[in-house]
């Protein structure tokens, strides 16, 4: 894979293609709100209704971690990282960070998960986490911790393989 300049910018643009289909999963205005963050928070996206900054990335995820958590605690809101890994053009990794008034959360690597009835959720990546009880409805404002949305480990890796299979068609576009 060519690593220079031009292949730096498409896995930008890849990580923002995947921040906005995200948003529009459910359909997240990222219009609106007082927040307005300088260096090095300037790129972020901000969704009022969820109280969510969105970050898109091509940094490693630890990393990001790192310098979201201020940017967090600035605008007291939630955030997710969207990761695009420059080397695999359509792997999407996530973190998902809990502001809180001491420290930020965080959660990785997570994925989404999707059924139609219940809609898109951000669920811990089975892959790493197993089964587990910190999975976060993207419907109806600020995301909440919950329990797991779906009724076996069968259709927990369906909803995720479908929502991954979605989301690298989107960036394949």
Known sequence: MNDGPAAGRAAEARALTATLAIAGLE?????GGDISLDLPFSHYLYVEAAEL?????????????????????IARSDALIVRVDPAEPFRVELAFGQWGRDATRWLAPMVLWQRSDVGTWLVPSPYFHGVRDECFSLRGGR???????????????????????WLSRMLSM
């Open 143 to 165: 995301l909440r911790p919950g329990p797991a949305p779906w009724r076996s480990e069968a259709e927990m890796r369906v909803g995720c393989m479908n929502v991954a299979v």
């Open 53 to 73: 900054l969105l970050v898109p990335t091509i940094r490693p995820l630890q990393a990001e971690m790192k310098t979201v958590a201020p940017g967090t605690r």
């Open 27 to 31: 359909g997240w205005s990222l219009r």
